[in-house]
C-alpha cells in the first residue's frame, strides 16, 4: 500500500464522527506467539485466544484482565487450531465449556469449575493422528453436537453427553483433495454446511440419519479460504485473491465483493465476520488491518479502516457475539496480539461529540503540518512516515477514546 493511499485512509478516518468508528479499548496482555483462533463466550463476558505456543488466554471483555492460561505442560498438544465455546441451553445452570483442537490431533474440552470462572479439563481424545491438524470445529447446542475436521479431510460427527462429559461417535466422513476449512450448523441442527478449500464446493450433510448422507453440493466462485454463515442467510467467502464475496446463501452466486488489498505474493487465509445485526462486515487483511464495510448500502469503499499492527501483521481471526458493540482482532504473525475495539451504539451528547470533533480535527491539523513541513523530504523519510503514521493512529484509539459505552450491542472478533 502507498504512502499517499495510507494518508488518504488517515484522513478519511479521522474525518468520521466518532459515533460511526470503533475505537481502541484495550490491548490484551500474554500472548507473544502467533495468534490462530479467537472465540468470545455466547454472553460476551470472556474472549478466549489461541496460539502457536500452545496456550489458550481466557480474557475478562470488562477489565481485559487474564482469568486463565490453560497450558500444555506435556507440550504434546501442537499450535492451537481451533476454538469453540460449548454453551448449555440450560440458562439457569450457567454451565459452560470451552472445546478446543491442536496441530497434533488432539481434541479437548474443558468445563467450568463450580463456583469458579476457571475451567478444568473434563476431557480429551485424539480423533485424528499426531500428524493431521484439527482444521476447525463447530458445536450445535440445540442437539449438542460437535463435528470436527482435520486438514486430510476428515470430518466427525460426536453427540456431547452433558452428564458425563462423554463425546458419543455419531458418524465418520473423509473428503477427497480438498481441506474442510468452515462448518456450520443451520436448519436447527438438522443440516450441517461443509464449506472446502481447493474444490471451492460447500456440501450439505444431513445431521439426523446416522449417517453423513449428502442432500447438495454446490460450487463457488472461488476456493474458500473462510466461510462465515449470518441468520443462515448471508454468506461471506474468503476467496483468498480479491477480498470477501458475499453470497445470498445457499446461492452460489456472488452478489457483491468487499475488496481488500493483498500486499504479499502468497495467499493469506484470513476470517471475516457480520457485525451490528449483519449491516456490517468487518474483514481481515495480510497487512496488519481490518476493513470495515457495510452490506447493505453497496459501497465498495470501506466505512473505516482499523489500524491493528505493523504491515508484516495479518488479521486472520474474528467471532461474534450478541451483545456488545465490539470487535476484537488478533494477528497472526511472528509476535501475535490482540485488541480490542468497540463502537457506541446509542449516539454521543451534542457536549462529547463536540469535544471528540475537537480532539479530531487538532490532530489532524497537527498531522498536515508535519507533512507539509518535510514534504520535500519525504521520498526519503517513507520509513518515518509510517512510523508517524502508526503513532498517530495508536493516539487517537487508544487515548483519545471516549469512556466506553455499555448499552445494547453486538460483539465481533476478528
Same mark, same amino acid.
Not at 486430510?152 to 460426536?158: A, C, F, S
Not at 503540518?369 to 514534504?375: D, L, T
Given at each position: 500500500m502507498s504512502l499517499l493511499q495510507r494518508l488518504h485512509d488517515f484522513v478519511k478516518n479521522s474525518l468520521a464522527p466518532p459515533e460511526e468508528r470503533y475505537r481502541i479499548v484495550m490491548r490484551l496482555t500474554g500472548s507473544s506467539a502467533s495468534v490462530n483462533s479467537l472465540s468470545f463466550s455466547a454472553d460476551g463476558e470472556l474472549l478466549a485466544s489461541g496460539d502457536d505456543a500452545e496456550l489458550i488466554h481466557i480474557y475478562d471483555t470488562h477489565t481485559g484482565k487474564t482469568v486463565q492460561v490453560i497450558e500444555n505442560t506435556g507440550e504434546s498438544w501442537g499450535q492451537i487450531s481451533s476454538i469453540a465455546w460449548l454453551p448449555s441451553l440450560n440458562r439457569t445452570s450457567k454451565s459452560l465449556a470451552l472445546s478446543f483442537g491442536t496441530g497434533r490431533g488432539l481434541v479437548a474440552i474443558y468445563k467450568r469449575a463450580k463456583n469458579s470462572r476457571k475451567f478444568q479439563e473434563a476431557f480429551r481424545l485424539s480423533p485424528f493422528p499426531s500428524s493431521d491438524i484439527v482444521e476447525t470445529l463447530s458445536y450445535d447446542p440445540r442437539n449438542t453436537l460437535l463435528v470436527v475436521s482435520s486438514q486430510?479431510?476428515?470430518? +466427525?460427527? #460426536?453427540d456431547l453427553d452433558w452428564t458425563s462429559w462423554t463425546l458419543n461417535s455419531v458418524w465418520t466422513t473423509k473428503l477427497k483433495n480438498t481441506i474442510p476449512r468452515s462448518m456450520h450448523f443451520v436448519d436447527e441442527g438438522r443440516q450441517l454446511i461443509i464449506f472446502c478449500l481447493e474444490s471451492k464446493e460447500m456440501i450439505c450433510i444431513m445431521t439426523e440419519d446416522g449417517k453423513p448422507s449428502v442432500k447438495w453440493t454446490r460450487t463457488l466462485r472461488s476456493p474458500i479460504g473462510s466461510a462465515v454463515l449470518f441468520k443462515g442467510r448471508h454468506l461471506l467467502v474468503d476467496n483468498l485473491t480479491s477480498g470477501f464475496n458475499l453470497y445470498a446463501f445457499p446461492h452460489s452466486s456472488t452478489s457483491r465483493t468487499f475488496p481488500v488489498p493483498m500486499t504479499l505474493e502468497r495467499s493469506i487465509i484470513k476470517d471475516a465476520v457480520f457485525a451490528e445485526d449483519g449491516q456490517v462486515v468487518v474483514c481481515g487483511s495480510d497487512h496488519g488491518l481490518a476493513y470495515v464495510f457495510s452490506r447493505s448500502n453497496g459501497e465498495k +469503499?470501506?466505512?473505516?479502516?482499523?489500524?491493528?499492527? +505493523?504491515?508484516?501483521? #495479518?488479521?486472520?481471526?474474528?467471532?461474534?457475539?450478541?451483545d456488545r458493540h465490539m470487535v476484537a482482532t488478533g494477528s497472526s504473525g511472528r509476535s501475535g496480539s490482540v485488541v480490542l475495539w468497540e463502537k457506541p451504539v446509542k449516539q454521543l451528547s451534542k457536549t462529547e461529540r463536540d469535544l471528540a470533533d475537537a480532539k479530531d480535527k487538532?490532530?489532524?491539523?497537527?498531522?498536515?503540518?508535519?507533512?507539509?513541513?518535510?514534504?520535500s523530504y519525504l521520498p526519503a523519510l517513507s520509513d518515518v512516515s509510517d512510523w508517524l503514521l502508526r503513532w498517530v493512529h495508536y493516539t487517537r484509539d487508544y487515548f483519545l477514546v471516549t469512556a466506553p459505552v455499555h448499552l445494547e450491542n453486538e460483539v465481533i472478533l476478528l
Open positions: 486430510h479431510g476428515e470430518i +466427525k460427527l #460426536y +469503499k470501506p466505512l473505516q479502516i482499523m489500524h491493528h499492527g +505493523k504491515e508484516r501483521d #495479518y488479521l486472520q481471526v474474528a467471532a461474534t457475539v450478541s487538532i490532530e489532524l491539523l497537527i498531522f498536515v503540518f508535519v507533512i507539509w513541513a518535510s514534504w
